[in-house]
Nanobody
Framework: QVQLVESGGGLVQPGGSLRLSCAAS????????MEWYRQAPGKGRELVAR???????IYADSVKGRFTISRDNAKNTAYLQMNSLKPEDTAVYYC?????WGQGTPVTVSS
């Protein structure tokens, strides 16, 4: 049974940082691409970042230079380090791999 469990979301002030984690089970983590998506209120889901099995990464233009995706194959965990957060980063953040999705973790950027 595949499970993706996100954690690390919360309320942060503009300019602050958060690190999201995605713990995976039921998949051969090291060979799979991991992705982070987000869905802001009233908007569609959008790709934030992707990391392949060889650690090749891509980012949405809106987060380049501020967010960093990484993975720890020994811990079966993917991360999203988010710095210089802006109010427009407010969304529910989801981890996905192989068509499976986590439950999401909410991030609110507000003063």
């Amino acid at each position: 049974q595949v499970q993706l469990v996100e954690s690390g979301g919360g309320l942060v002030q503009p300019g602050g940082s958060l690190r999201l984690s995605c713990a995976a089970s039921g998949i051969i983590f090291r060979i799979n691409t991991m992705e982070w998506y987000r869905q802001a209120p009233g908007k569609g889901r959008e790709l934030v970042a992707r990391i392949t099995s060889s650690s090749y990464t891509i980012y949405a233009d809106s987060v380049k230079g501020r967010f960093t995706i990484s993975r720890d194959n020994a811990k079966n965990t993917a991360y999203l380090q988010m710095n210089s957060l802006k109010p427009e980063d407010t969304a529910v953040y989801y981890c996905t791999s192989m068509g499976y999705w986590g439950q999401g973790t909410p991030v609110t950027v507000s003063s």
